[in-house]
């Protein structure tokens, strides 16, 4: 059973930092690729970051130079480090992997950042 549990979240002044964790069960995580979400209300989910089995990664252009998405095979975990948070970044933040052409997510983390 895959399980995504997101942590980390919380209340940061703009030009903060916070790191958010997303612990992975299974066997699948140091195979797949991990992606980091985010939805700020009335808004669509989009992509904040992604890194492949291999380690190679990709971010939204909105938060280049600021984020880094990061892996841990050996904790089954996914990291996001969020530096010169600005209030824009508040949102809902989701992991998500997909297994096989189905997609897992979890719970979310909520990062509100105050200007």
């Known amino acids: 059973q895959v399980q995504l549990v997101e942590s980390g979240g919380g209340l940061v002044q703009a030009g903060g930092s916070l790191r958010l964790s997303c612990a992975a069960s299974?066997?699948?995580?140091?195979?797949?690729?991990m992606t980091w979400y985010r939805q700020a209300p009335g808004n669509e989910r989009e992509l904040v970051a992604l890194?492949?089995?291999?380690?190679?990664?990709n971010y939204a252009d909105s938060v280049k130079g600021r984020f880094t998405i990061s892996r841990d095979n050996t904790k089954n975990t996914v990291y996001l480090q969020m530096n010169s948070l600005k209030p824009e970044d508040t949102a809902v933040y989701y992991c998500?992997?997909?297994?096989?052409?189905?997609?897992?997510w979890g719970k979310g983390t909520l990062v509100t950042v105050s200007s």
């Open positions: 998500n992997t997909n297994i096989i052409g189905v997609d897992y």
């Open positions: 299974g066997s699948f995580f140091k195979n797949r690729r």
């Open positions: 890194i492949t089995s291999g380690g190679s990664t």
